[in-house]
């Protein structure tokens, strides 16, 4: 059974799918979750704090997600290049599929989404500073590495000791390369310009729009609030995204990396 807090996020993100974040009302909010607006406050403070608790949490569950498709890389038998491009992977669906996301990635806020917190419980900061936030993404990506394991029938490593120890620099610095890559993808999308048409994202650009992000939201949405981050990369595996160049890009370019070392 979630608890209040839980159903009020869970309830102003779907209002935040089906219009922008100014349209919200509280009461609203309360009332799809089946609380009283005190409640709402109670919990919050005001809508401006519900909004930045919710980028918190989406920017939260992006980042465990990121980890959780690293780990699923290894125990497909990828390699560290291989389960960079699947973070990268992971990092192009989510923000095409939640503004959000991709307001946090770019630094563009708009009246589609809610202003992230100062200080965010989880990751301070990191929503309201794009460096930060990919710098946390990294991290992520690399702990999801290590924690995984060698993949099934890799050798242990040389030397002893825990695997990718002694690999961790080189393993970081590759990592936000090909992560940076991956995100230049997400501040200029492919093909996202045509003879004066709108972009992927509809004409209000990387921050809101009214394109791909409001109709194909549910993927990410269903995997959200549900204490791992983990249930969207499951939905949204193998499924027809235009992401195979960065991704193969990126696998190019870390494998490169490693291999100078």
């Not at 989510?94 to 202003?115: K, N, Q």
Request: hydrophobic content about 40%; some cysteine; aromatic content about 4%.
């Amino acid at each position: 059974m979630p608890t209040a807090r839980e159903s009020l996020l869970r309830a102003a993100h779907a209002a935040l799918r089906t219009r922008p974040w100014t349209a919200v009302r509280m009461v609203d909010v309360a009332a799809s979750a089946g609380v009283s607006r005190q409640t709402l406050y109670n919990e919050f403070g005001s809508k401006e704090g519900l909004g930045a608790a919710l980028v918190g949490r989406l920017v939260d569950d992006f980042l465990d997600g990121a980890a959780h498709a690293v780990s699923e890389a290894v125990g497909r038998g990828a390699d560290p290049a291989g389960c960079c491009a699947a973070a990268a992977r992971w990092m192009l669906r989510t923000a095409r599929e939640e503004p959000v996301v991709r307001a946090a990635l770019t630094g563009c806020w708009g009246a589609r989404t809610p202003l992230p917190a100062a200080r965010p419980v989880r990751s301070p900061g990191a929503a309201g500073q794009p460096a930060l936030l990919a710098a946390l993404l990294r991290d992520r990506a690399v702990s999801g590495l290590e924690a995984a394991g060698p993949p099934p029938g890799a050798p242990p490593p040389a030397g002893g000791g825990s695997p990718g120890e002694a690999e961790r620099p080189g393993l970081e610095f590759a990592y936000e390369v090909g992560l940076r890559l991956a995100l230049s993808y997400v501040v200029a999308p492919p093909g996202a310009v045509r003879d004066g048409a709108d972009g992927p994202e509809g004409p209000e650009g990387p921050d809101g729009g009214t394109g791909a992000g409001d109709a194909d939201g549910a993927a990410v949405a269903d995997g959200a609030f549900r204490g791992d981050g983990a249930d969207g990369a499951a939905a949204t595996e193998g499924a027809d995204v235009p992401d195979g160049e960065p991704c193969g890009r990126v696998d190019e370019t870390v494998r490169a990396l490693l291999g100078r070392r």
